[in-house]
């Protein structure tokens, strides 16, 4: 401090800014070169194709049938994952009989957090290989339970058509706790002033989380959607543990094309980053648009 507070903040930032700068974004950079070569990932060699990887992606049916499966869970996990979660977050915050301060929560309500919050104790790997098993034709869980009540029992993950649907509502059952406690901590800073108005003007509940809650929380259910979406755009790891993006493709995602065409057979790092790229720019892009979109007037209470 005696040559004055800059020499000070230099010697606390400049570290941390080189370390980010070379393990995070130079690999990015190196990425965007990458994507204009041929390289095989474990050769010395990396010859330069221009925009011939980009070229490639646009007649590549495993690219476009992997987009298509992300473009329905951004479509459909952020939107259900949102409804539950502010259902159940009304429901635990003002599920309750009427009191004096307007409603009350449900009783238990902090036990009933916890639960919905436990899937995000475990990782994702665990929460993949434990409804692996519930999936499971034989001994799972499910079809146990649709057996004894003499109902089809399908291999749920091993037929086209159910794998990707079931592995999307694990993707939505994971996620769900912690947006309760995210809208649950929100609801609780509104005031119960306006709660205990509404209701002595006779509005029911739906109308309360409809005219009143939703609004005031619009900043917090913006947030939740753009990170909703930008693990809809992901997906990896879930899928890749579950079904590994069968069968057939019928579960791929980019983010498993990516990595299956980086080390896989092909091994094509060239390739790979160009998908990469793109995948950057599409989550960039929904993140803008999630904004723009979503854009409106702050409400303030006091």
């Not at 994952?81 to 599920?95: K, P």
Request: charge should be positive; charged fraction near 15%.
């Amino acid at each position: 401090m005696k040559h004055g507070k800059y020499p000070l903040i230099i010697t606390f930032l400049v570290p941390p800014l080189l370390l980010y700068g070379i393990f995070v974004l130079s690999p990015y950079l190196q990425a965007f070169q990458i994507s204009t070569t041929d390289w095989l990932g474990y050769s010395p060699e990396a010859n330069s194709v221009g925009l011939a990887n980009f070229e490639r992606l646009l007649d590549d049916d495993r690219v476009w049938n992997a987009l298509k499966n992300n473009a329905w869970l951004l479509l459909v996990v952020p939107v259900v994952t949102i409804v539950l979660g502010l259902f159940f977050a009304t429901m635990l915050s003002m599920g309750g009989r009427k009191g004096r301060a307007g409603v009350t929560g449900v009783r238990g309500t902090s036990v009933y957090r916890m639960v919905y919050f436990f899937p995000q104790v475990l990782s994702v790997v665990i929460i993949a290989l434990l409804w692996k098993e519930v999936y499971h034709p034989n001994s799972g869980l499910l079809n146990g339970a649709l057996g004894a009540v003499g109902l089809p029992t399908p291999a749920w993950l091993g037929d086209p058509r159910f794998a990707f649907w079931c592995a999307m509502a694990v993707m939505i059952w994971s996620n769900v706790g912690f947006y309760v406690v995210l809208f649950g901590a929100a609801m609780s800073a509104i005031p119960r002033d306006i709660y205990e108005a509404v209701m002595l003007d006779g509005a029911s509940r739906w109308t309360t989380l409809r005219k009143i809650t939703i609004p005031l929380l619009w900043d917090t259910v913006q947030v939740a959607w753009i990170y909703l979406a930008i693990a809809a755009l992901d997906g990896f790891i879930l899928i890749q543990q579950m079904t590994n993006g069968g069968p057939n493709f019928s579960s791929d995602v980019i983010g498993l094309r990516m990595y299956e065409t980086a080390f896989g057979s092909e091994s094509k790092f060239g390739y790979a980053s160009a998908i990469g790229v793109v995948l950057l720019f599409l989550t960039l892009s929904v993140a803008v648009l999630a904004l723009r979109a979503a854009r409106r007037d702050r409400i303030e209470y006091s």
